[in-house]
């Protein structure tokens, strides 16, 4: 389960200093305006769909951006730091630490401990700092969710494909996403 502290001992917020001085117990530690979200570390079927698409982002994805996995953060203050199963961004907005921008594409992998999380405190984040698109990908129901920024600045659900359906995204760049494709495991023929 997902477990939130909102201040420090000396009950201040949690600042990205803070995040040094955690463990490194596979869990994954991140803040949202202050408030320190620490997160089991995934498990099987998310670590291969994450692994999956990014993959498949990246056959796709032009020179002058990158496709990056978890953990990489996404640093845009003092206070929030997240770290997207799969990211997009430009490379010119990427340091060797961090993205200090919003990502083009911020992806989720839903986890039974995360799911709430990802699909509203996260997404409401990513709209707030300005990512284009937000997916979210449940591996039990074998499902893209596709959030777009509109017009106003805020994320519409323009597309939700399961299972064998397609989805052609124009956003970050063109790319076609099956769900089945990113959850079954690869065999590989000799």
């Not at 060797?96 to 699909?119: F, M």
């Not at 997916?135 to 600045?153: G, I, K, N, Y």
Request: aromatic fraction near 6%; glycine fraction near 4%; include cysteine.
């Amino acid at each position: 389960m997902t477990a939130m502290a909102t201040s420090t001992s000396s009950d201040r917020p949690f600042t990205v200093d803070d995040l040094v001085t955690m463990p490194e117990d596979g869990r994954r530690y991140e803040l949202l305006d202050g408030v320190l979200i620490v997160s089991p570390a995934p498990g099987r079927r998310h670590q291969r769909a994450s692994f999956k698409l990014a993959m498949v982002l990246e056959q796709s994805c032009p020179d002058t951006m990158e496709v990056l996995i978890a953990p990489f953060a996404v640093q845009t203050s003092r206070t929030t730091e997240l770290q997207p199963d799969v990211l997009v961004a430009r490379e010119r907005d990427l340091t060797e630490r961090n993205l200090p921008t919003a990502p083009l594409l911020a992806v989720e992998v839903l986890s039974p401990s995360t799911g709430l999380h990802d699909v509203n405190s996260k997404k409401a984040a990513y709209e707030r700092m300005g990512a284009q698109s937000y997916w979210v990908l449940e591996p039990l129901t074998s499902s893209l969710t596709v959030f777009e920024l509109d017009a106003s600045a805020r994320y519409q659900q323009v597309a939700v494909v399961k299972g064998t359906e397609q989805y052609d995204a124009t956003a970050p760049f063109l790319v076609r996403i099956v769900p089945d494709e990113l959850l079954k495991r690869s065999r590989r023929t000799s």
